[in-house]
């Protein structure tokens, strides 16, 4: 788990993302260790290229708000590997993973900085859910994106 952890915090870095909260680079470090949520990796023969987490909902579900829904949390690329399908192709894999499990709607938030993740949620057909949008923090919004799955 530590290189997914690293990977995360050097791509939300590189992004300039860990500046508007960096509170959440523990976040990052520690999210998926406690067993919830499922961990998807992209890696070719010498290095980690991304990484997503799939996680049921939960009444600790920060967005999901029944059985039936499941958010992606976590997306992160190496910078390195932006540009070469990789993010694409975690994002397919975690669409596929929720109809795996049943999963009727899948969501997503974003800072309005993540522009390239936003680029890739629209690519696959997620949708933004303004209903859904949160402020977990004072000067901090995260806008809400979903896909039905199933219907």
Same mark, same amino acid.
């Given at each position: 788990?530590?290189? %997914?952890?690293?990977?995360? %915090?050097?791509a939300?870095?590189? $992004?300039? *993302?860990?500046?508007?909260? /960096?509170?959440?680079?523990?976040?990052?470090?520690?999210? !998926?260790? $406690? &067993?919830? !949520?499922e961990?998807?990796?992209a890696?070719? $023969? @010498?290095?980690? *290229?991304?990484?997503?987490?799939?996680?049921?909902?939960? /009444?600790?579900?920060e967005?999901?708000?029944?059985?039936?829904?499941? @958010?992606?949390?976590?997306?992160?690329?190496s /910078? !390195?590997a932006?540009g *070469? &399908?990789? &993010?694409?192709?975690?994002?397919?894999?975690?669409?596929?993973?929720?109809?795996?499990?049943g999963?009727?709607? *899948?969501? %997503?938030?974003?800072l309005?900085?993540m522009?390239?993740a936003?680029?890739?949620?629209r690519?696959? &057909?997620?949708?933004?859910a303004?209903?859904?949008?949160?402020?977990?923090?004072?000067? %901090?919004?995260?806008?809400?994106?979903?896909?039905?799955?199933?219907d």
């Amino acid at each position: 788990m530590n290189a %997914v952890s690293e990977l995360r %915090v050097m791509a939300y870095t590189a $992004d300039g *993302l860990v500046n508007v909260n /960096p509170a959440h680079v523990e976040a990052l470090r520690l999210l !998926g260790a $406690d &067993g919830r !949520g499922e961990v998807l990796v992209a890696a070719d $023969d @010498e290095r980690l *290229l991304g990484t997503v987490m799939f996680e049921p909902w939960s /009444p600790e579900s920060e967005i999901a708000r029944n059985a039936d829904e499941a @958010e992606m949390r976590a997306f992160a690329v190496s /910078p !390195g590997a932006r540009g *070469l &399908g990789v &993010g694409r192709a975690l994002v397919n894999a975690l669409v596929d993973r929720a109809r795996e499990e049943g999963v009727s709607r *899948l969501l %997503v938030s974003a800072l309005p900085e993540m522009v390239a993740a936003q680029y890739v949620y629209r690519a696959r &057909g997620f949708r933004r859910a303004p209903d859904r949008d949160l402020s977990p923090l004072p000067d %901090v919004e995260l806008l809400t994106y979903e896909l039905v799955v199933k219907d």
